[in-house]
């Protein structure tokens, strides 16, 4: 069996055409949905790029192995404390050292374990390519080493290949050559004039008048993207490089299946489409090019798994976690799951088209912002700890089916339902303390331990002061207002 693993970063699968999209960004992922299965409600545990591929690979919540954040005591594994072994759980009981102990060959092409010093993403991988550029690297850059390991491999048996494509994470790097295929194609009907006037008046990092976190973008290194968005040209321009490099990658993937048919093994690899987490292109409110809220714009993400001799062209609707990837591979393979890992299997999804699933999904964000949110039904409810400079209200709820781009917070009118995700939300909480009770070296909930480390890394207080300064430049002087009033003690205790 040959297993391929395609770790599309910061993809939105609101922008493919398999999940409903109108431009054709995906040509060759949606034929690949189209003789595979396609989830429609799959989450990122946790978020952003550290916590996510951390759960991915341990197949444990961030609450669970301490890794919430992207810096501080949260970026690091809880310690393990007197229980480690030799090996620590990483190897021992990680997706890839499971893979490894069940005889294949596990290979990963990726710069991320450099990029954010998660060395323990490496564990288990018996060959490891870093591309070197700590994700700048563009697709172009990374297949002659894609290249060269399916020359060498492809035709080998019981492989599992991680591998890992940047373009589609900020600033949209698409060689210059590449053109734009959606030249004469228009945005989404969505963004109307009054959703863009309020998202050019928006306050945050990464909104329309601050694409790169808290200041302008750089047009001179990155073309395809505009310095700010400013009117209707220039959110075309920003939305036009983002659906660019998706179909860049698109056609990557077509190159690779093209070396698995010349190889003879295309029929019967697996074959993987998914992400670390999404990306938000003016979801929740105006937020652009970002990754950083537990929204459903952030934490949905695609999942694909396209199986030899299984289920084709079928879309599963159950609620889903990143993590369940790992216990639904080892089924599938005839091979235990361990009791530490928090995800469901989907085996059968693949193998009888049962629509299987959680009853709600938690999903978690200490990088940029401290939320946790609860995806149920049609609803995902968010709670807020640290507003990471947005100035979101402590409680948001939004109908997905009715509002998929989160504009509309009907908190304050549905009182109840706010009332049962906060429940749901607690009910996991509870859950995942007496879990740790039993499993780890400490009860420690990493969210706080972020709070209490002034807050999410990308949102520290020495980025406040010049930014308020320029929410004035910009003119949104009343936003500038309002986060100084907030942030009053944190300001004063920073002078």
């Known amino acids: 069996m040959r297993i391929l693993y395609l770790d599309l970063d910061a993809l939105n699968p609101s922008h493919l055409g398999c999940y409903g999209y109108h431009r054709n960004t995906s040509p060759t992922i949606d034929r690949l949905a189209g003789g595979g299965v396609r989830l429609t409600n799959c989450y990122a545990s946790d978020a952003p790029c550290l916590p996510s591929r951390t759960a991915f690979c341990s197949g444990r919540f961030g609450i669970q192995t301490g890794v919430v954040g992207h810096a501080g005591t949260a970026a690091q594994p809880k310690n393990l404390g007197p229980d480690r072994f030799f090996n620590d759980s990483y190897l021992t009981e990680g997706l890839a050292g499971r893979l490894q102990k069940a005889g294949f060959h596990t290979a990963m092409i990726s710069p991320f374990g450099q990029r954010h010093a998660a060395w323990h993403f490496y564990a288990g991988f018996k060959e490891i390519h870093n591309t070197g550029k700590g994700g700048m690297e563009s697709a172009e850059e990374v297949m002659p080493a894609v290249d060269r390991w399916l020359d060498t491999n492809a035709a080998s048996d019981q492989w599992f290949l991680h591998l890992n494509f940047w373009d589609i994470h900020t600033p949209y790097r698409a060689p210059a050559e590449y053109g734009n295929p959606f030249e004469n194609e228009p945005v989404a009907d969505w963004f109307t004039d009054d959703v863009l006037a309020k998202h050019i008046k928006k306050t945050g990092p990464h909104s329309a008048s601050d694409l790169f976190m808290y200041r302008d973008t750089n ?162 409810y968010i709670r807020t700890y640290h507003d990471g400079f947005h100035l979101f209200d402590k409680e948001m709820l939004f109908d997905l089916e009715a509002d998929p781009h989160e504009q509309n917070n009907l908190a304050s009118q549905h009182p109840e339902l706010c009332k049962e995700g906060l429940w749901r939300l607690m009910n996991w909480h509870d859950q995942q303390m007496i879990k740790m009770v039993k499993h780890c070296n400490d009860v420690v909930d990493p969210l706080w331990t972020v709070m209490r480390e002034n807050g999410p890394f990308h949102a520290q207080t020495e980025h406040l002061r010049p930014y308020l300064e320029r929410l004035k430049e910009t003119g949104r002087a009343d936003g500038a207002a309002r986060l100084a009033e907030k942030y009053a003690t944190e300001l004063a205790a920073a002078q």
């Open 219 to 380: 047009t001179e290194i990155w073309p395809r993207v505009p310095k700010r968005i400013v009117d209707r040209e220039t959110l075309k321009q920003w939305i036009d490089g983002y659906d660019t490099a998706i179909r860049y990658v698109d056609d990557k993937i077509q190159q690779i299946i093209d070396k698995l048919k010349a190889a003879g093994v295309y029929d019967d690899t697996v074959i993987i489409i998914s992400a670390d987490h999404g990306e938000n292109q003016g979801d929740l409110g105006g937020i652009y090019g970002e990754h950083g809220t537990a929204d459903h714009a952030t934490c949905h993400i695609p999942m694909i798994v396209r199986w030899p001799n299984q289920q084709q062209n079928l879309v599963a609707k159950g609620l889903h976690y990143n993590l369940d990837l790992a216990p639904t591979l080892m089924q599938m393979i005839g091979q235990e799951s361990p009791d530490l890992w928090d995800g469901k299997s989907f085996a059968d999804t693949l193998t009888a088209g049962q629509d299987v699933g959680h009853d709600e999904l938690i999903v978690s964000q200490c990088a940029h912002v401290c939320q946790r949110s609860v995806r149920f039904e049609n609803w995902i």
